[in-house]
């Protein structure tokens, strides 16, 4: 059996298997757990991330607005299941007004490091790349140097410093809706010099594993186990009728996590039901957070529902193990 370093989080939400299922990640029944006018301004609240926080849970949420624009709010819940989240976006505090002025925001990750909570986004600036800030209680937010140029998408931070320094995780792009993507990482000693950029993985052309042979990108916070890294990302298929996302999941190594020790051929989670299937963006499944129990080994996977909606869905890291060893890429 696998474990999950870390604390234990024993009341994160959670539903046995349903009888019968075969498959390594099962939904909430009661999802969508955020729909798309819950806040009065929302038109979609998808792609966000949730973390512990006091005796509950705090979160930064993707709403895109009436208008459709993008931007992220902060949220509070006692169960991480029933949210209040905040009707107006945060306003991030920072030296530069250069790197602060706001071009759109969105799909934010979110993770605790060391002695604060460290929060990045796709930022624009001229053009999408990766934004970082950190608060301490979700309540000022702090932002620093953008992490890379333009073209990036999906930073994502490890948990904790790597030999001494930060990494994160990232999906290099273009200036549309990128037509490819693989995932490298980049080290930083300060959170603001990012560099020793490492290639992680990459898509699978032909049809081993087609479901992530356009892009893939990470999703949530990588989860640190005894074994690697446990990584859930998503992963897309360009068809007839448009793009679809699915999720999978890797196992990176502790010390150089550029190393890919396991990889998932069959996917995890694929738009199924109809709030994953109908919504502004159909057919996405898109994991930003994770919450994982060190006690039980359970896992909580937050995803984006065809960019409207949020869900929520159900695993365990030996769940997660023995489908890699099972289907290996």
């Not at 306003?91 to 934010?108: A, Q, S």
């Not at 190393?259 to 738009?271: D, E, H, I, N, T």
Request: proline share 8%; net charge negative; hydrophobic share 35%.
């Amino acid at each position: 059996m696998s474990k999950i370093i870390g604390k234990p989080l024993s009341a994160i939400p959670w539903e046995d298997k349903p009888e019968g299922y075969d498959k390594p990640v099962w939904r909430y029944s009661q999802n969508p757990i955020i729909g798309r006018h819950d806040i009065p301004i929302a038109n979609s609240i998808f792609n966000s991330a949730v973390v512990p926080f006091g005796d509950g849970y705090a979160g930064v949420f993707r709403c895109d607005s009436l208008s459709v624009s993008m931007d992220i709010f902060a949220g509070f819940s006692k169960d991480a299941v029933h949210w209040e989240i905040s009707h107006e976006p945060i306003t991030f505090l920072g030296e530069d007004p250069e790197v602060t002025k706001r071009e759109y925001r969105y799909d934010p990750r979110v993770t605790w490091i060391e002695d604060r909570y460290y929060i990045t986004w796709c930022n624009g600036y001229h053009g999408p790349t990766i934004g970082v800030a950190y608060t301490f209680d979700f309540q000022k937010f702090y932002q620093l140097e953008n992490a890379f140029l333009p073209y990036n998408r999906n930073g994502v931070l490890f948990p904790r410093r790597i030999g001494g320094r930060f990494m994160m995780l990232s999906r290099p792009s273009d200036t549309g809706h990128t037509p490819f993507g693989d995932i490298y990482i980049s080290q930083s000693p300060d959170m603001e010099f990012w560099g020793h950029h490492r290639f992680v993985m990459g898509v699978v052309p032909g049809d081993l594993s087609a479901w992530q042979s356009m892009k893939i990108g990470p999703g949530p916070c990588p989860i640190e186990t005894d074994e690697g890294w446990l990584l859930i990302y998503h992963g897309v298929l360009r068809t007839c009728s448009g793009y679809v996302y699915r999720m999978g999941c890797a196992l990176l190594d502790l010390e150089e996590p550029w190393k890919v020790k396991m990889r998932s051929r069959m996917y995890l989670l694929a738009p199924e039901m109809l709030y994953e299937q109908t919504g502004d963006v159909p057919n996405v499944v898109f994991p930003c957070a994770a919450l994982a129990d060190a006690a039980t080994g359970r896992i909580a996977v937050y995803y984006g529902c065809a960019d409207t909606v949020t869900g929520l869905a159900f695993t365990t890291v030996d769940e997660l193990m023995n489908w890699m060893k099972k289907y290996p890429l």
